[in-house]
C-alpha cells in the first residue's frame, strides 16, 4: 500500500476541525477523527472508485460529516492528502491546491 502523506494545510484542517467539533461536544472532534480514517482508508484501498477533480485529485466525502470532503491523489508509491474541505470555505482556496 502508497505510504500516506499529509499536506501541512491538511494537516491543519483536520486537527482545527477536530478541535472545533471537541468544543462543540465533548468526543465530537474524537467521531470526526475517526470517520476522516474510515474515508482515508477506504480510498486508499480503492483510490480508482473516486472521481477525479482536477488532474490526479480526486475526491471522497467524510460519510457522517457531510460537509467535509477529502481531496488527495495517487503519485507512483505516494497517498497524498491535498485538503480536508469543509464546502462553506471558499472554493477558490481549494483551487489554489489542486494545481
Do not use: C, W
Not at 2 to 24: D, H, M, S, W
Not at 39 to 48: C, T, V, Y
Not at 50 to 78: C, L, M, P, W
Amino acid at each position: 500500500m502508497a505510504r500516506l502523506i499529509f499536506r501541512t494545510e491538511a494537516k491543519l484542517e483536520f486537527f482545527e476541525a477536530v478541535a472545533r467539533y471537541e468544543g462543540e461536544e465533548p468526543g465530537l472532534g474524537r467521531e470526526f477523527a475517526k470517520e476522516v480514517v474510515h474515508a482515508l482508508g477506504r480510498a486508499r484501498r480503492q483510490p480508482e472508485l473516486y472521481r477525479r477533480v482536477r488532474g490526479r485529485a480526486r475526491k471522497t466525502r467524510v460519510k457522517r460529516f457531510k460537509a467535509y470532503n477529502i481531496y488527495f491523489a495517487i503519485k507512483e508509491d505516494a497517498f497524498s492528502i491535498i485538503s480536508i474541505f469543509h464546502s462553506s470555505r471558499n472554493p477558490r482556496e481549494l483551487q489554489r491546491r489542486l494545481r
